[in-house]
């Protein structure tokens, strides 16, 4: 079980990343979806309260990531087109913009809209905005787009599986952890 990346196979720490972002993006935008249509109550804040939560831990995966992929570079795409291969790192770079960029504009929305972003109660992230209308619009704008990333999120798994069942390869299977 190797830690670190090889040309031909994720390592553990690659894989565990990714599957847990994958797990909190998706749950982040259910979530998202679903609290946004309750009416006011506690139930609708405690929500929120772990939207945020929730939201900094995939924030921090995501650092945590790009890191690490400079210490330990992906293996390389199997493409078979080099249309294939532009979709797949526009794919993949787009999902990684949205993860760090939708924490971000919901940490604007929070402390624009005076709100303050606290992870579980352990800590509270500083304000980096004071509380402004104009801002709160633009960062909600911002944010809004997190509900649309389900369809790049499908065109990931989509290319995944194809080359698992069409193509025959090892994409899905070196992220599995698997030969």
Do not use: C
């Not at 911002?142 to 509900?147: R, S």
């Amino acid at each position: 079980m190797e830690l670190k990346n090889s040309e031909n196979s994720y390592g553990v720490i690659s894989r565990a990343n990714h599957w847990l972002s994958a797990v909190l993006f998706i749950g982040l935008i259910f979530l998202g979806i679903y609290m946004h249509e309750l009416e006011k109550s506690p139930e609708k804040f405690a929500l929120y309260d772990l939207h945020k939560s929730l939201g900094i831990g995939l924030f921090i995966l995501m650092i945590l990531r790009l890191l690490w992929l400079k210490i330990s570079p992906n293996p390389e795409q199997l493409s078979k087109t080099r249309f294939e291969h532009i979709l797949g790192h526009a794919t993949k770079g787009l999902l990684y913009l949205a993860m760090l960029m939708l924490p971000i504009s919901g940490w604007v929305m929070s402390n624009s809209g005076g709100h303050e972003v606290a992870f579980f109660d352990l800590f509270t992230l500083p304000s980096i905005v004071g509380e402004n209308h104009d801002i709160h619009e633009i960062a909600e704008g911002i944010h809004e787009i997190g509900k649309w990333m389900l369809l790049l999120i499908l065109l990931h798994i989509a290319g995944a599986l194809k080359h698992h069942f069409i193509y025959k390869d090892s994409t899905l299977m070196r992220m599995l952890g698997r030969k």
